[in-house]
């Protein structure tokens, strides 16, 4: 598999119609590796965005998408009927980004920086000043993201930029949409107050 650095937001579908989710699950568990694959290339390009976006590494991005559906594979045969995949699928590449996140915040000299995407290198096209503030703009708001808990930084990455609603999200996560909304009110208050003028209202 070949993951592609992505600079827009391909939706997850996590609304797939239960019985088609089960009747892939079912021709996966016993077996069938076009059912597999149809899987992989329906949902590898926003779990790619996600894992980016989290870890604004290329190569730990595709690294861990890729991981990711070995122990899908893996886990096939044990998995419930009613499985949703795709909810699967994030939660455990989620679980990965965050223990490769925190592996390499204690090995410094592994860089937290990422080259600018397609669409940072087009804001250049701006008026210098311009462009200046919104790029300080954008790193500001990426650094203060990965100084906030994982929780918190899973729903924000999938509400602003997965663009999912809190029911989907809870699904997700694991938790309630009370729960999302409070996760994302506490990273929305402390992103306030680290970012000050630089944040725009979310």
């Known amino acids: 598999m070949s993951a592609i650095p992505c600079t827009t937001s391909p939706t997850l579908p996590v609304n797939a119609e239960p019985l088609v989710d089960a009747a892939r699950l079912a021709a996966i568990q016993a077996g069938d590796e076009v059912a597999f694959d149809g899987l992989v290339a329906e949902v590898q390009r926003p779990l790619f965005a996600f894992a980016w976006r989290y870890l ?3 190569a730990d991005a595709e690294e861990l998408v890729i991981e990711t559906f070995v122990r899908l594979h893996r886990a096939r045969t044990r998995l419930r ?11 455990t590449l989620a679980n990965l980004c965050h223990n490769r996140h925190r592996w390499r915040t204690r090995h410094k000299e592994c860089s937290l920086d990422a080259p600018a995407t397609g669409a940072e290198r087009a804001s250049a096209a701006v008026e210098p000043n311009d462009a200046l503030e919104r790029d300080e703009a954008a790193a500001a708001l990426r650094s203060a993201i990965d100084r906030l808990p994982h929780d918190q930084r899973a729903v924000v990455l999938l509400h602003h930029y997965e663009h999912l609603s809190y029911r989907d999200i809870g699904r997700i996560v694991g938790c309630s949409e009370r729960g999302v909304e409070t996760r994302l009110y506490r990273a929305r208050q402390q992103l306030r107050i680290e970012l000050g003028p630089y944040l725009r209202e979310m």
């Open 56 to 58: 604004r590494n290329n």
């Open 81 to 91: 009927p009613d499985t949703n995949l795709s909810a699967w699928l994030f939660t």
